[in-house]
Nanobody, 125 residues
Framework: VQLQASGGGLVQAGDSLSLSCAGSGLTFSTFHVAWFRQTPGKEREFVAASHLNGFVKNYANSVKGRSTISRNNVRNTVTLQMGNMRPEDTAVYYC???????????????????WGQGTLVTVSS
């Protein structure tokens, strides 16, 4: 199983950014998927999640209203679109997946079965 995150880079405050995560070796449609982020010295924090049905979604308050998570169960991809980027959004972003046999508790970081390698997002002011 592999999750490959991409799309990170350097953006300016106020810009938009799209991150993508491609899954392989798993039946994507049977997994809840999420994005987390982490900065040096801090714990990994929840950003957004999508239920396997693609309709139920959850966002951290810090990104709610300016971010959209979407998934394509045919292409095995999950995308995080973020707008009005802020310097505090600077972090390494990780995609994650957990099997549908587990409860829909998207913030429970320990529940996730698979993680991508992370993609660095830097927002300059």
């Amino acid at each position: 199983v592999q999750l490959q995150a991409s799309g990170g880079g350097l953006v300016q405050a106020g810009d938009s950014l799209s991150l993508s995560c491609a899954g392989s070796g798993l039946t994507f449609s049977t997994f809840h998927v999420a994005w987390f982020r982490q900065t040096p010295g801090k714990e990994r924090e929840f950003v957004a999640a999508s239920h396997l049905n693609g309709f139920v979604k959850n966002y951290a308050n810090s990104v709610k209203g300016r971010s959209t998570i979407s998934r394509n169960n045919v292409r095995n991809t999950v995308t995080l679109q973020m707008g009005n980027m802020r310097p505090e959004d600077t972090a390494v972003y990780y995609c994650a997946a957990k099997a549908n046999t587990k409860a829909w508790e998207p913030l429970q970081i320990g529940d996730y079965d698979y993680w991508g390698q992370g993609t660095l997002v830097t927002v300059s002011s």
